[in-house]
């Protein structure tokens, strides 16, 4: 059973980094394309990152040169490393994981889903 567990979450303020983790098991991380996924009160989920089974990203413009995705595939682990954090950064960040070989931002192409972890950036 494919299961992927977020952590790393917080409250910080504007301009401040976070790291979030996500944890995979019940498959072998490198098989699948993933992504980091947040839905904001009150807005629809948005694709911020993804990243192929080849090593491939694709970032949202929003967060180009601020976020970086990266996987450890031996640790089965996804991070997303989030710098110079903005207000409108803030929403519920998940980890999403489909077979397909490659990403898109799309959240519908992806068939597993965390739980979830806030993140909060304050002015």
């Known amino acids: 059973q494919v299961q992927l567990v977020e952590s790393g979450g917080g409250s910080v303020e504007a301009g401040g980094s976070l790291r979030l983790s996500c944890a995979a098991s019940?498959?072998?991380?490198?098989?699948?394309?993933m992504a980091w996924i947040r839905q904001a009160p009150g807005k629809e989920r948005e694709g911020v990152v993804c990243?192929?089974?080849?090593?491939?990203?694709i970032y949202a413009d929003s967060v180009k040169g601020r976020f970086t995705i990266s996987k450890d595939n031996p640790k089965n682990t996804l991070y997303l490393e989030m710098t110079s954090l903005k207000p409108e950064d803030t929403a519920m960040y998940y980890c999403?994981?489909?077979?397909?070989?490659?990403?898109?931002?799309?959240?519908?192409?992806?068939?597993?889903w965390g739980q979830g972890t806030q993140v909060t950036v304050s002015s």
């Open positions: 999403a994981a489909t077979t397909r070989m490659v990403c898109w931002l799309t959240p519908e192409t992806y068939n597993y």
């Open positions: 019940g498959y072998t991380s490198r098989d699948f394309s």
């Open positions: 990243i192929d089974r080849y090593g491939s990203t």
